[in-house]
């Protein structure tokens, strides 16, 4: 039976953990952590155990969605010409729109949450990116191109790494049922 809900409590920590990634923080990674602490309690051949391949596995997960993540959003920044203040502040943007969408999304149950977060990020990468082109001096129009290039590639980041999250989910899933 502690077997039982200690699996429960990896899957609430694990569904946690993705949810951080809306917020553009490290939740894959909290999600390796709780996974590899969860099959050291739990080695090999118990019930519900994860064998070391799910961990290695959800390590190659992790490390690919921060690439997706990286690369997205770089990616844009760089073909708009991004500079490096108007990609630092992208990122701090996004960060604080991610919070501001988390509150204004709150009366929505779920989805209005989910939504107003991403949203809020990427409108956040948007406005840091040009915050930062206005500060290096450059025109309003050159901002808004740049602007425009961190809130897809915030968005498209954000979609690679949310879908890489739901991945490792699913993984550690069959290897808990698998035995």
């Known amino acids: 039976m502690m077997t039982v809900l200690w699996a429960v409590l990896l899957v609430v920590v694990l569904l946690a953990g993705w949810a951080l990634n809306l917020f553009g923080l490290p939740g894959n990674w909290v999600n390796l952590l709780a996974i590899a602490g969860y099959a050291w309690l739990f080695p090999a051949g118990q019930r519900l155990s994860l064998s070391l391949w799910v961990v290695g596995g959800v390590l190659a997960l992790a490390i690919l969605g921060e690439v997706v993540e990286l690369v997205a959003a770089a990616a844009g920044a760089a073909r708009a010409g991004a500079s ?84 490792i989910i699913a993984v550690v899933l069959v290897g808990l049922a698998v035995r």
């Open 84 to 167: 490096r203040r108007s990609a630092a502040l992208a990122l701090a943007g996004s960060l604080v729109g991610s919070l501001v969408g988390a509150v204004i999304g709150l009366p929505v149950p779920l989805v209005g949450s989910v939504i107003a977060i991403v949203l809020g990020a990427a409108l956040g990468a948007l406005g840091g990116a040009m915050l930062g082109e206005h500060w290096k001096g450059r025109s309003l129009d050159a901002g808004w191109q740049v602007g425009q290039a961190a809130f897809w590639g915030r968005l498209w980041g954000t979609a690679g790494k949310l879908s890489v999250g739901a991945a």
